[in-house]
């Protein structure tokens, strides 16, 4: 195989491993807010529910997420999985993973805030959604950026784990290719698109980071 044709297929590849991150990224970011209120909530039963789903999530491989997630519909209720399921399992196993790890942080960013702030708050009329929005929702992201970066680009290197359910992104083909050509080339060229992909999403969150740094 010429170098050209390696390089287009892992081009092909790597298109399908930038669609799996900006679909999770989409997805989990908002619903990992939901779980975070949720384990939050006053409601006993919600917060120990929430509590015992982040743990599940949090304690157990990605990887068998997705095969769970994949698998699961045929196994516990019969239900025949199309080829275009794969994918679709893939966003969903990424993306409730995630919420949880998002979760816990968007959690401590807002529990950080001062209770004399909501005082505060109250006293000049604003309602809980008002105050939220205004005024804990901006500070609680300023203050998860870091942290939301790392998971940002652990994401990114997550991506390969799509494998599990033999879907072809990009580390999978370089996999084939290395095995067919008996050459770790393949290997080492996508390690280097990984590594290109994770700088641009770090100068990315870098110039966000900057940004929400208004104080200075």
């Known amino acids: 195989m010429s170098f050209s044709?390696?390089?287009?297929?892992?081009?092909?590849?790597?298109?399908q491993t930038v669609l799996i991150f900006v679909l999770t990224l989409l997805f989990s970011l908002p619903l990992g807010l939901l779980v975070a209120f949720c384990r939050m909530s006053k409601i006993a039963p919600l917060r120990w529910?929430?509590?015992?789903?982040i743990s599940i999530l949090r304690g157990t491989p990605l990887m068998l997420q997705l095969i769970v997630v994949f698998f699961g519909p045929f196994y516990i209720f019969k239900i025949g999985l199309s080829?275009?399921?794969?994918?679709?399992?893939?966003?969903?196993?990424?993306?409730?993973?995630?919420?949880?790890?998002f979760a816990e942080i968007y959690r401590s960013g807002i529990e950080s805030i001062p209770v004399g702030q909501y005082e505060a708050?109250?006293?000049?009329?604003?309602?809980?959604?008002?105050?939220?929005?205004?005024?804990?929702?901006p500070q609680m992201v300023k203050r998860v950026l870091p942290p939301v970066t790392n998971?940002?680009?652990?994401?990114v290197k997550d991506t390969s784990?799509?494998?599990?359910?033999?879907?072809?992104?990009?580390?999978?083909?370089?996999k084939q290719i290395a095995a067919a050509e008996t050459s770790v080339l393949p290997l080492f060229v996508?390690?280097?698109?990984?590594?290109?992909?994770?700088?641009?999403?770090?100068?990315?969150?870098?110039?966000?980071?900057?940004?929400?740094?208004?104080?200075?």
């Open 5 to 15: 044709t390696m390089m287009l297929q892992l081009g092909n590849g790597f298109g």
């Open 49 to 53: 529910i929430t509590k015992i789903f």
């Open 83 to 101: 080829s275009s399921y794969r994918f679709i399992a893939i966003i969903i196993g990424f993306s409730v993973n995630y919420s949880a790890y």
């Open 121 to 137: 708050a109250n006293v000049l009329g604003y309602s809980r959604r008002q105050t939220f929005t205004h005024i804990i929702f």
């Open 151 to 155: 998971e940002v680009i652990t994401l």
């Open 161 to 174: 784990l799509a494998f599990a359910i033999a879907y072809t992104e990009m580390f999978t083909i370089a």
């Open 190 to 216: 996508a390690g280097v698109f990984y590594f290109v992909f994770n700088l641009i999403v770090a100068q990315v969150m870098d110039r966000i980071e900057k940004r929400m740094n208004y104080y200075r």
